[in-house]
């Protein structure tokens, strides 16, 4: 690993670390298209590193914090929890079948629907 690409990933986990625990982003907005564009990773390689890194309790932090000012809906995050496991293991499986450039296509509509939701139809 080159010292650029160390700094680059220094920062990269800054900025997702930080809109992670401001907005809610981070891993697939953030993390995914920087290892793809800066980085060199290829989209499933960057897919799961960003896995690897949220299995990973460094949410943690900013979750305590949400906690301690009364943010946090336990019940809703460990139902959540609990199905994100299964999903992310029946997607996991799914995707490694799927060509890279029909991953890139599903990635970037779901970005642009998200986008679009935000931008024109939330209250």
Do not use: R
């Not at 809610?24 to 290829?42: E, M």
């Not at 932090?61 to 301690?68: P, Q, R, S």
């Amino acid at each position: 690993m080159t010292t650029g690409t160390l700094i680059g990933l220094l920062i990269v986990g800054l900025i997702a670390g930080f809109l992670s625990s401001m907005v809610g982003i981070g891993g697939g907005i953030v993390i995914v298209p920087a290892l793809v564009f800066l980085v060199g990773l290829t989209q499933k390689e960057a897919q799961g590193t960003s896995l690897a890194l949220l299995s990973m309790p460094v949410a943690l932090v900013a979750a305590y914090n949400y906690h301690k000012a009364g943010h946090v809906n336990w019940k809703m995050a460990l139902l959540l929890a609990c199905t994100f496991v299964i999903g992310g293991y029946l997607g996991s499986k799914f995707v490694l079948n799927l060509d890279t450039a029909i991953i890139k296509k599903i990635f970037a509509v779901a970005m642009i629907a998200i986008a679009i939701k935000y931008l024109f139809f939330d209250k």
